[in-house]
C-alpha cells in the first residue's frame, strides 16, 4: 500500500476547512485520479499550487466538487434488480405493513432518477391515492447542485431510455424539449443534504436504496456508513445496494436476502449470554451420608480418578488440597507432601490464574464458576486450560469443598488461532475482491461519465463549427468591405501626405516664429523659427504649457488675449508688442499676433501665436509695418493650396513642422 502524499491530504483538510465537504474518506486512487483531472484543466501542476489557486479563485470549488461527485444515475438502472424489487420484495414490504406508513430513503439520489423510480414502483403497487397518503420517499445527496435538478424533475428524453412508452405517457408529462415528473407524485418525494459520513441518518426506514455510493469510500469508511444505514433501518427493513457492494465483510450487520441483484436484510444486534456450566453435587467421590463401597470399589474409585484425562484437584471444606489426579500432578508439580497443605501455600492456588476468589464465589452462589483460556507458561510451550470450579455440597446442603478441573485447550486454541488467521485473510481477499470490483465499477462510472461528457462536448463543437462557418461568411463580407475601406484610406492617406509636404513648406517659408497652442494652452506645434528666436528645441516645447516655457518671451501676457479668443470674443485677433530677450541674451522688441484656430463649432479648438522679432526702426525683418494679416496670409511665394487640396481634412488642426531653421 503507497504512503499517502502530504500535500495531497493537505489539500482535502483545506477542502473540510473551507466548504466543510470531508474527502478524507473517500479511496485515494480514485478520488486522486479526479482532482489532477481538475488540476489539468487549470493548468496546475502540483496540490499545494491548487490549493492556492482555491483561495484566490473561490468559484472553482464548485467545478472541483462536481468533478469529484460522479452524478451518474439513471432510471430503473439494472432493470433485472429493479424487477425483483418490483415482483418479490415490495408485494412481502407491504404485506408485513398493511396499512402504516412506508419510508424510503434513496441515499445518493444524484439528480433523482432513482427516486423517482422508487415513486413509480410504489406508486403502481399502491395506486397514486394510497401512495400519496402513506408514501414519504427521503431523498439526499451531497452535491447541492444535482439536488437543484432533481427538484425540477425536468428530463431530456435521452435521460430516459430506462423507463418505457407506458411508464412515460402515465408519469411523465412534456414540458417543452423536455419531460417533467408527475406532479402529485413528485409532492412525496422530499430532497435535502445529508452527508453519509458526517451527517445523522433518517430512521424507521422500511427500503433504503444506496446504490454505487459506498464504493467510492474506503473500508474504514464504509464500515461507519454502514453502522448508520443499520440504525436507520426497521427490523424487517431492506437495503437495496449497487451492483459493486457485496457486504462480504458486514455479515455482523446485513445478512444477504439476494445476493446476486443485492438485496441485504438487517441483523438484530442481541447482547452475548454467559456460558453455563453443568452442576455436581460432588466429582472424584461420593456424597456424604450414601452408603460406604466396598474396599474394592474404593480403590477402583481412587484408582479412576487418578487416570482422569483432565487434571483435577479437590480442597476440603477447611482450604487444604484434600486431593489431585496424575495429571495435576504432572503439569503443576504436585506430590503427596502437597495433600493436606493449606491451598493457599500451593503455587497452584494464583498460577495459571487466581483461583481463590474463583472458589469462594461458587461455593458463595453454590454453582460452578467458569474461567476460560487461562495461559500456563510451565514447560516449553504455553498451555491454555478452561478451569471449571465446583462446590462440592452434603446431602442436608452443607459444603464440603470444591473441585476444580482443568480441561487442556490448548490444541483448541492453536486451532481457533489458525481459523482466526485463515479468516482474516479470508476477509482481506474479500475485501481486496471487493475493492477492486468497485474500483471497477468506480472506473466504469467515470468512463460513463466522460462518454456522456463528450457527446456534450461534440454537440457543442457542431453547433460552434456551424457558428464559426456563418463567422466565415460574416467575416468574408466584412474583408470586401475592408479592401473598399482600404482604397479609400490609401486615397485620404496620399491626400494628407500631400497636405503635410504643403504644410511644411508653409511653416518652413514663414520668416515668423509660429506655434499653434489646443485649448488647455498646452503647445502643438513649434517651428523651426521660434527655435531659432528663443533658443528651445521643438521636442522640449511640443507637449509643454505654453505659460511653463522658459523662453525670453514674457508669456504671461499673452494669456488674457489667449483666453478671450478662446472663448469666441472679440476681435477676431490680438496683437501686441513686447520687449523681449532672444537666445543670445540680447533685447529685443517683438510682434505678436495671435489668432484663433476654429473647428467650426463654437469656441476655438486653439490658438494660432505669430512672432516677428521687429528691427528698431519699428519695422520687420521686411520692412512691413502693417501686421493686420499676420497669419492669415500664405507666405510669399505660395499662391494657393495645391490642386485637388481644397482644404485641410476634417479634425486636422494644424501639422507639425519639419522644416529646418531658417
Not at 432 to 442: A, F
Not at 534 to 555: F, Y
Not at 633 to 641: E, H, K, N, Q, T
Request: net charge negative; glycine share 8%; aromatic share 6%.
Amino acid at each position: 500500500m503507497t504512503e499517502p502524499d502530504p500535500q495531497f491530504e493537505a489539500l482535502l483538510r483545506h477542502l473540510k476547512d473551507a466548504r466543510g465537504f470531508d474527502f478524507t474518506g473517500y479511496k485515494r486512487t480514485s478520488l486522486v485520479r479526479r482532482v489532477q483531472r481538475r488540476m489539468q484543466t487549470v493548468s496546475m501542476t502540483s496540490y499545494e499550487d491548487y490549493r492556492d489557486f482555491l483561495e484566490v479563485h473561490p468559484e472553482e470549488f464548485t467545478a472541483l466538487f462536481n468533478t469529484i461527485l460522479i452524478n451518474v444515475t439513471s432510471f430503473f438502472r439494472d432493470s433485472e434488480a429493479w424487477a425483483h424489487l418490483e415482483q418479490e420484495l415490495l408485494p412481502e414490504l407491504l404485506a408485513r405493513r398493511p396499512d402504516g406508513p412506508l419510508r424510503v430513503w434513496s441515499a445518493g439520489c444524484a439528480s433523482g432518477e432513482e427516486a423517482y423510480s422508487l415513486a413509480i414502483v410504489l406508486a403502481e403497487a399502491l395506486g397514486p391515492e394510497e401512495f400519496r397518503r402513506r408514501v414519504k420517499i427521503y431523498a439526499t445527496d451531497v452535491d447541492e447542485e444535482a439536488l437543484g435538478q432533481a427538484r425540477q424533475a425536468l428530463y431530456e428524453p435521452g435521460q430516459l431510455r430506462g423507463v418505457s412508452a407506458e411508464r412515460l405517457a402515465a408519469w411523465f408529462e412534456p414540458v417543452g424539449p423536455r419531460y417533467g415528473f408527475h406532479k402529485e407524485l413528485r409532492r412525496s418525494v422530499i430532497f435535502g443534504r445529508n452527508d453519509l459520513v458526517q451527517d445523522a441518518p433518517i430512521s424507521h426506514i422500511d427500503l433504503l436504496v444506496c446504490r454505487n455510493a459506498l464504493m467510492y469510500f474506503n473500508a474504514e469508511t464504509q464500515s461507519r456508513i454502514l453502522q448508520r444505514l443499520h440504525f436507520a433501518l426497521r427490523p424487517a427493513g431492506v437495503l437495496f445496494l449497487g451492483k459493486a457492494e457485496m457486504l462480504l465483510s458486514h455479515d455482523d450487520l446485513f445478512t444477504p436476502v439476494d445476493l446476486k441483484r443485492r438485496f441485504f436484510g438487517k441483523v438484530a444486534l442481541e447482547g452475548f449470554r454467559e456460558p453455563v456450566a453443568p452442576t455436581a453435587e460432588f466429582l472424584g467421590g461420593t456424597p456424604a451420608g450414601a452408603d460406604r463401597p466396598g474396599r474394592a470399589d474404593g480403590r477402583l474409585r481412587d484408582e479412576a480418578f487418578a487416570a482422569g484425562a483432565g487434571a483435577q484437584v479437590v480442597v476440603n471444606q477447611d482450604g487444604r488440597l484434600s486431593m489431585s489426579n496424575a495429571r495435576a500432578d504432572a503439569l503443576f508439580g504436585l506430590t503427596a507432601r502437597d495433600r493436606g497443605r493449606p491451598f493457599q501455600d500451593l503455587e497452584l492456588s494464583y498460577r495459571p490464574v487466581e483461583l481463590r476468589s474463583a472458589m469462594d464465589r461458587s461455593l458463595v452462589e453454590r454453582r460452578p464458576q467458569w474461567i476460560r483460556e487461562a495461559r500456563s507458561t510451565r514447560g516449553d510451550r504455553p498451555q491454555w486450560f478452561d478451569i471449571q470450579v465446583v462446590p462440592l455440597f452434603e446431602r442436608d446442603g452443607r459444603p464440603l469443598g470444591v473441585s476444580v478441573l482443568f480441561t487442556d485447550v490448548t490444541r483448541h486454541r492453536q486451532l481457533q488461532t489458525e481459523l482466526e488467521h485463515a479468516n482474516r485473510q479470508i476477509e482481506a481477499a474479500y475485501e481486496e475482491l471487493q475493492s477492486t470490483n468497485e474500483e471497477l465499477e468506480t472506473t466504469n462510472e467515470e468512463l460513463q461519465s466522460t462518454v456522456e461528457e463528450l457527446e456534450t462536448t461534440n454537440e457543442e463543437l457542431q453547433s460552434t463549427n456551424e457558428e464559426l462557418e456563418t463567422m466565415n461568411e460574416e467575416l468574408q463580407s466584412m474583408n470586401d468591405e475592408l479592401q473598399s475601406s482600404n482604397e479609400d484610406l490609401r486615397e485620404r492617406t496620399a491626400q494628407v501626405d500631400q497636405l503635410n509636404r504643403f504644410m511644411e513648406a508653409v511653416f518652413t517659408g514663414l520668416r515668423a516664429g509660429v506655434t499653434v497652442i489646443d485649448r488647455n494652452l498646452r503647445v502643438q506645434v513649434w517651428n523651426s523659427r521660434a527655435e531659432d528666436l528663443w533658443g528651445v528645441r521643438r521636442d522640449e516645447a511640443v507637449g509643454e504649457h505654453l505659460l511653463n516655457l522658459d523662453i525670453g518671451l514674457p508669456v504671461d501676457r499673452l494669456k488674457p488675449g489667449v483666453r478671450r479668443l478662446l472663448s469666441g470674443g472679440s476681435p477676431d485677433h490680438d496683437q501686441l508688442v513686447l520687449d523681449a530677450i532672444n537666445r543670445r541674451g540680447r533685447p529685443v522688441r517683438v510682434h505678436v499676433t495671435a489668432t484663433p484656430l476654429s473647428d467650426g463649432e463654437d469656441g476655438a479648438a486653439g490658438v494660432i501665436i505669430l512672432m516677428d522679432e521687429l528691427a528698431p526702426d519699428g519695422q520687420d525683418g521686411a520692412g512691413r509695418t502693417d501686421r493686420s494679416d499676420r497669419g492669415r496670409a500664405l507666405p510669399d511665394g505660395v499662391a494657393a493650396l495645391p490642386d485637388g487640396v481644397a482644404a485641410l481634412p476634417d479634425g486636422v488642426a494644424a501639422l507639425p513642422d519639419t522644416s529646418s531653421t531658417s
